[in-house]
C-alpha cells in the first residue's frame, strides 16, 4: 500500500459504519402515514414529565444508561451521539460535553485529586497546559511536563506512588511528536495511574482501547464537526466502572452539550470519512511538495517516510489526519514568515482545524515548552488542510514563499 493510499484507508473504511450510526433506528422519528424521517429530530427541553412518582424514582436512578431524565443530564440527541462516538471509538460509553477543552479538563479532574501527580507531555495542547498549572496546582496536583518522545526507563523514572494520571497526545498539537501509547499504558498501569489520551488527530484513525488507553478524549469540534460550526467535546472509556466515575463527575460539574450542537454533530459524522480521506490524501501531496523546497528545513507530519514518529504512525493508525507542520530554514526571520502567511489567499488565518477550509496558524512564539524544543531556531507555521484542490493550495504556498 502507498502512503498515499494509506493515509485515507482508515478513513474509507470507516464511511458505512458513519453513515449507518447517523441513521436513526425505524422508531426513533415516526412520521405519521409515511414511515420515518432520515434525519433523528432535534429535541430541545429542561423539564422530563413523568406519568407518575414511581416512574420518575426509576428513571431518575438510570444516570448510566443514556436515557432523558433532566435536559441537563444530556437530551434523546446528546444520548444518539454519544452512542455513535463510543463506536467509533470501540469504546464502551461516551460523555458528550461542551468543548474539547471541556474533556481534557473533565477527565483531569475526574482521575486526579488533591495530593496527587500527573505527568503530561511538553507537547500538549496549550489550554490542557494552562489548567494543569492554575486550577489542577490549585487543587493539589502537581503537574510533571515529559519529552513526548521519552524511552520506557525514562518515564519509570518519572513516576511516583502519586502519580494518578498519564496524560498523552499523539501527535503533539504543534510539534507532531507521535507517542507510544501501548509503552505509556505500560507504565502507566504498573503503577497503577490512568493513562488518558487526547485523540483528537486520531479520532477514527487510532482504536485508543486496544493499545491499552484507559481514557480517550476528543475535540468534535473538528473532525466530527467538519464545518466550524460547532464546539463540542467527547470523552469515552472501555470499561464500566470507569464510566460511573465518569458519568458521576459530569453530572456534578454539569457537563454536557446543547442540543443543536449535537445534532450538527452527527450529521457532520455523515460526511467524516469521504472528506477526511480527500483532506488526508490533499495533505500528503502539499506536505511532500513543502518538503522539497529549498526555504523549508522540515515538515513535522508523521505520515513522511522521514518523520521521526513514521514508524509508530505506520504500526498503530490506519490513516492520517490533515493538519501538519511546516518549519522554515532558520536563516527566514518571524516578521519574513508572518508577511508570507499575510499573503496566502487560499488558506485562512484561524487556530482550528478539521473543518472543510484550509487554515494556516503561526506557532512561533505561541506555544510553551517546559523542555528544550526542537528546530527553536526557526519559523513556524501550521497548516490544516481542507477540501480544496491541492494544486491550488500549493499555488499559493509557491507564492507565499517567494515572498520570503
Given amino acids: ?44 427541553g429542561s423539564t422530563v414529565l413523568f406519568p407518575d412518582l414511581d416512574t420518575m424514582r426509576r428513571v431518575g436512578n438510570g444516570r448510566y444508561d443514556h436515557i432523558a431524565i433532566y435536559g441537563a443530564m444530556g437530551t434523546p440527541v446528546q444520548h444518539e451521539l454519544e452512542r455513535a462516538v463510543a463506536a467509533i471509538e470501540n469504546g464502551r460509553d461516551t460523555q458528550i460535553v461542551s468543548s474539547g477543552l471541556a474533556a481534557c479538563t473533565t477527565a483531569l479532574l475526574t482521575w486526579t485529586a488533591s495530593g496527587g501527580h ?28 515529559y519529552d513526548p518522545l521519552i524511552s520506557e526507563a525514562g518515564l519509570r523514572a518519572l513516576m511516583r506512588p502519586e502519580t494518578q494520571v498519564v496524560f498523552a497526545e499523539s501527535p503533539g498539537s504543534h510539534t507532531f511528536e507521535i507517542q507510544d501509547i501501548p509503552m505509556l499504558a505500560r507504565v502507566a498501569h504498573a503503577h497503577k ?58 453530572i456534578q460539574l454539569g457537563q454536557l452539550a446543547a442540543p443543536d450542537e449535537c445534532w450538527l454533530t452527527l450529521r457532520g459524522l455523515r460526511t467524516m470519512g ?14 511532500k511538495w513543502l518538503a522539497d523546497r529549498p526555504e523549508v528545513r522540515r515538515v513535522l507530519f508523521p505520515a ?90 500549493i499555488a499559493d504556498l509557491q507564492q507565499g514563499l517567494a515572498r520570503l
Avoid at 122 to 145: H, I, K, N, Q
Wanted: hydrophobic share 40%.
Fill in 304 to 393: 513522511l517516510p522521514d518523520d521521526p514518529g513514521y514508524a509508530l504512525w505506520q504500526r498503530d493508525f490506519s490513516g492520517a489526519g490533515p493538519l501538519f507542520s511546516v518549519v522554515l530554514q532558520p536563516s527566514y526571520s518571524r516578521a519574513a514568515m508572518e508577511t508570507m502567511v499575510n499573503s496566502l489567499s487560499r488558506f485562512g488565518i484561524g487556530a482550528s482545524w478539521g473543518g472543510f477550509e484550509s487554515l494556516v496558524l503561526p506557532t512561533t512564539g505561541g506555544v510553551t515548552r517546559s523542555l528544550p524544543e526542537c528546530h527553536a531556531d526557526s519559523p513556524a507555521f501550521r497548516l490544516g488542510i481542507g477540501l480544496d484542490d491541492p494544486a491550488d493550495l
Fill in 193 to 250: 495511574a490512568c493513562l488518558i489520551l487526547d485523540n483528537t488527530w486520531g479520532f477514527g484513525i487510532f482504536t485508543p482501547f486496544d493499545h491499552g488507553v484507559d481514557v480517550s478524549v476528543q475535540a468534535l469540534t473538528k473532525y466530527a464537526g467538519g464545518h466550524s460550526d460547532v464546539v463540542i467535546g467527547a470523552i469515552t472509556v472501555a470499561k464500566e466502572e470507569e464510566w460511573h466515575r465518569l458519568r458521576d463527575a459530569a
Fill in 1 to 44: 500500500m502507498t502512503d498515499e493510499d494509506k493515509v485515507a484507508a482508515g478513513w474509507e473504511r470507516l464511511n458505512s459504519l458513519l453513515v449507518r450510526l447517523a441513521r436513526p433506528a425505524p422508531h426513533d422519528a415516526p412520521f405519521r402515514n409515511t414511515g420515518t424521517l432520515v434525519n433523528m429530530p432535534v429535541t430541545r
Fill in 118 to 145: 500527573c505527568l503530561i507531555p511538553d507537547s500538549c495542547y496549550g489550554p490542557t497546559r494552562r489548567f494543569a498549572d492554575t486550577m489542577l496546582r490549585r487543587f493539589g496536583v502537581e503537574t510533571t511536563y
Fill in 274 to 287: 469521504v472528506r477526511l480521506a480527500r483532506q488526508a490524501r490533499t495533505a500528503l501531496i502539499v506536505a
